[in-house]
């Protein structure tokens, strides 16, 4: 009797589960509000943002949070459960920075943004984890301090030199006489007064008697603002 009374409880509670309203979860997101956050970068990773662009000229392109998965993959060699749970990792993960060649989007480097203010960046950097795998990949990674205000020639040398951006220089847009191949420190290069980036030495030729040398913006031909050598000597 008592086995029987339960089991018709139960009947009951089942029934009753079946015809319940339906609810559509899916419906509920669609319906969802949202509000857009018009920037996906941070105030600091912003402001870095657009003076990098400056810095590295139309050579170079640069993307902000791209998926670590996008960047790399796993060896085939890994056991299959090892690669499903790197694999797993890699695609939770943000770079916060990357660095391409314009001319095919070849990834040269990956910049994080150190700003030890946000609570949510310190977690992050202490995580090995991105580094790790990047190096492993052989694709470098350069970590920078979040600052106020940053001296563009002294930050293009940091970067070009973190991420050896040299060796992705692309001889039909550069100008004769690069600073870097004619032994020149960028730091010695003033900046176009147009564009904002280091100039380049370069050399003019008509004839023997007509050489002479001048600082030509690197952005040419897009800006073609030279400077005497004699005015910054």
């Known amino acids: 009797m008592l086995l029987s009374a339960a089991s018709a409880v139960l009947v009951?509670?089942?029934?009753?589960?079946?015809?319940?309203?339906?609810?559509?979860s899916r419906a509920e997101d669609a319906t969802a509000p949202?509000?857009?956050?018009?920037?996906f970068f941070s105030p600091s990773e912003r402001d870095f943002v657009l003076v990098l662009t400056r810095c590295l000229g139309p050579q170079f392109r640069v993307f902000g949070k791209v998926r670590l998965a996008d960047m790399v993959t796993p060896d085939q060699n890994l056991a299959d459960d090892v690669r499903r749970r790197v694999r797993g990792r890699s695609e939770r993960r943000?770079?916060?920075?990357v660095v391409c060649q314009?001319?095919?989007?070849?990834?040269?480097g990956a910049i994080e943004l150190e700003d030890?203010?946000?609570?949510?960046?310190?977690?992050?950097i202490r995580s090995g984890?991105?580094?790790?795998?990047?190096?492993?990949?052989?694709i470098p990674l350069l970590r920078i301090d979040a600052q106020d205000e940053y001296d563009e020639e002294e930050l293009r040398e940091e970067v070009f030199r973190g991420l050896a951006l040299g060796e992705y220089a692309d001889?039909?847009?550069?100008?004769?006489?690069?600073?870097?191949?004619?032994?020149?420190?960028?730091?010695?290069?003033?900046?176009?007064?147009?564009?904002?980036?280091?100039?380049?030495?370069?050399?003019?030729?008509?004839g023997d008697q007509d050489s002479h040398e001048f600082w030509g913006c690197r952005n040419f031909p897009e800006c073609s603002y030279v400077v005497p050598l004699s005015e910054t000597a």
Not at 129 to 138: I, K, Q, Y
């Open 171 to 206: 001889d039909s847009t550069k100008l004769p006489g690069d600073a870097h191949e004619a032994g020149v420190p960028v730091s010695a290069a003033p900046l176009c007064p147009q564009c904002g980036v280091a100039m380049a030495r370069c050399r003019s030729s008509v």
């Open 116 to 124: 030890l203010e946000d609570p949510r960046r310190q977690r992050y």
């Open 34 to 39: 949202f509000v857009g956050l018009r920037s």
């Open 94 to 97: 943000r770079v916060g920075i």
């Open 102 to 108: 314009a001319s095919d989007l070849t990834v040269c």
């Open 129 to 138: 984890f991105v580094e790790d795998v990047l190096a492993s990949a052989d």
């Open 12 to 24: 009951g509670v089942v029934l009753a589960y079946l015809r319940r309203e339906p609810t559509s």
